[in-house]
């Protein structure tokens, strides 16, 4: 009795399997979006935002996986559950993996950008169709493991009767997970393979423009470059597979409130005239002294040069980018024609743009957060009115105005760290939007009392930008005993940054970064 349970359970969790490799082979046939990576993508978008954001970025990168293999998890388990009732309440079972199936279709035709009516079908026929193979699948090993009429009059050599059913169950069992893998397995491999980004990024060859020069860095252990390279650059996005932009078929169109709306490929995108600009790009949910912050060399097209190309209308007060995986941004039109180096890059610290940051093109806009600007993969910029739309976190509770707050982080020494007496450098960045660091200071405090300990004035790496962080280095002299270190820094304009705390939701945080320091011989 509990052996057929298991089977039975077993039977299921194989028949699913089997469904979700036909339905990854189809996928990756038709171009479609997978059933379980379409339900992660749909729960990203659906959870409350406060959740989503925090969560992917305590995660990092890990936290993708997991949530797609929660999805494959979850949805094995409803197959064995399905095969358990199939046997002890027939059309039960079936009716799990119809609605398995159903639910599969409908995600997955919802998730899968729409370019046609045949491609939105297709992303919702591999679901399908895999829920049919599976079920068929599913009938075979619950008829394998039904013990034949013989069976029960058998009892006295149930070794022998059993036997064939065992083998012909497990003979089906192994043949059902082998089309499962190898399915899968296909399907993976033709979606991942449609398009070489490394090689389509190799391919191009970035208009000549002499690097930006960057002087003055302050080089010490530990602290952050002035650059921040590449492969350390800091990641957020809500995609769970990184689009594959096809840079033949890329194009970039100007949309919505202008007198000539544009379509642009990247060749023409290149051939605009190209600026290197120095931009300090941070997360709206980087926590003080949190690392969801870097700065780069971004080569690209003025975004006022491509809007002007255009012409926007009077009365358009808002620009909207928009990604080939619908993600979406939005700020207000004086944004790009106040002065500041907006750009469409693509380029970052004289690489094309790597698939992760973006490729083929992105949005950076000095001074905004990102999730309100930094548009990766680019496909439209659309000009409308401040109030006629909402870009993707603002119904989930970010503010629609999102100005990066100054903001200055220790780097070393390390909180918790034990240092020798004598010179010790604290060390770290400061940032302040499109405003410019004037100046960082540091005060140093016993962690019993000391309450007006001096803020010492720190020395500052060259200005690269205004749009760009600053390192800062101070030599503390130190003396045997606990301390707390904090750092503050104040923007061009003389704002000092305040130390009032405050979490990142809805538009940032604030407060002093501390690290508690001990000082032993
Ligand atoms: N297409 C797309 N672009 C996006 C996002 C996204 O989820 N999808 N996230 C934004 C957010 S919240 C930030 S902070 C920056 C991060 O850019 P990075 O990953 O290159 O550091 O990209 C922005 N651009
Ligand atoms: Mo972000």
């Given amino acids: 009795m509990h052996v057929r349970v298991y089977r039975d359970g077993i039977s299921g969790v194989l028949a699913v399997a089997l469904a979700l490799g036909i339905a990854e082979l189809v996928a990756g046939l038709s171009g479609a979006v997978a059933p379980v990576i379409a339900v992660g993508d749909l729960l990203i978008d659906h959870a409350p935002g406060w959740t989503t954001h925090l969560v992917i970025d305590i995660l990092g990168k890990k936290d993708k996986p997991a949530l797609v293999l929660t999805v494959t998890l979850v949805t094995l388990a409803a197959g064995g559950a399905a095969g358990i009732l199939e046997r002890s309440r027939p059309p039960a079972g079936r009716t799990v993996l119809a609605l398995v199936g159903i639910a599969g279709a409908i995600t997955a035709a919802v998730d899968t950008p729409a370019a046609s009516f045949q491609g939105t079908l297709l992303a919702a026929a591999g679901p399908l169709a895999g829920v049919f193979v599976g079920w ?122 202008v007198e000539r709306p544009l379509t642009i490929t990247f060749d023409e995108l290149m051939a605009m005239p190209a600026r290197e600009e120095i931009i300090t790009l941070s997360c ?54 106040d002065g500041r180096p907006a750009l469409v890059a693509y380029g970052m610290n004289g690489e094309a743009l790597p698939g992760p940051h973006g490729f083929p093109a992105r949005l950076v806009v000095p001074g905004l957060y990102g999730y309100v600007s930094a548009t990766k993969w680019l496909t439209e910029i659309e000009l409308t009115t401040w109030e006629a739309f ?132």
Wanted: aromatic content about 6%; glycine content about 10%.
């Fill in 136 to 257: 068929q699948a599913l009938r075979l090993l619950l008829r394998a493991g039904t013990p034949g009429p013989a069976t029960a009059t058998a009892e006295a050599q149930p070794m022998t009767r059993r036997v064939p059913d065992r083998r012909a169950f497990l003979g089906f069992a192994a043949a059902t997970a082998g089309a499962s893998a190898a399915s899968f397995a296909v399907g993976r491999r033709i979606s991942g393979g449609a398009v070489d980004v490394e090689a389509q990024r190799e391919s191009v060859a970035l208009p000549g423009t002499a690097p930006t020069p960057v002087p003055g860095a302050i080089a010490l252990d530990g602290l952050s470059p002035l650059i921040t390279p590449n492969p350390d650059f800091y990641r957020i996005d809500t995609t769970l597979i990184t689009p594959r932009v096809d840079l033949k078929t890329w194009r970039l169109r100007v949309t919505g409130m």
């Fill in 390 to 521: 909402d870009a993707y976190w603002i119904p989930r509770g970010w503010s629609k105005r999102a100005p990066i707050k100054t903001q200055s982080r220790i780097d070393v020494p390390r909180e918790g760290r034990t240092v020798k007496p004598g010179h010790v450098p604290v060390a770290g960045v400061a940032w302040a939007g499109n405003r410019s660091v004037s100046a960082v200071e540091v005060r140093v405090r016993r962690r019993d009392g000391d309450a007006d300990a001096p803020w010492l004035r720190a020395r500052l790496s060259d200005s690269l930008s205004t749009n760009a962080w600053r390192q800062w280095v101070v030599e503390w002299d130190a003396e045997p005993g606990d301390y707390v270190i904090e750092v503050r820094a104040t923007d061009g304009r003389g704002d000092v940054q305040t130390g009032q705390a405050q979490r990142p939701d809805p538009d940032g945080a604030t407060g002093w970064h501390r690290v508690n320091v001990r000082v032993r011989a």
């Fill in 284 to 337: 709206v949910s980087n926590e003080v002294g949190g690392d969801l912050v870097g700065n780069a060399r971004w080569l690209g097209t003025s975004l006022a040069d491509l809007l002007t190309q255009a012409g926007v209308k009077p009365g358009a007060t808002q620009i909207v980018g928009r990604s080939v995986d619908n993600f979406t941004v939005g700020f207000p039109t004086e944004v790009a024609f």
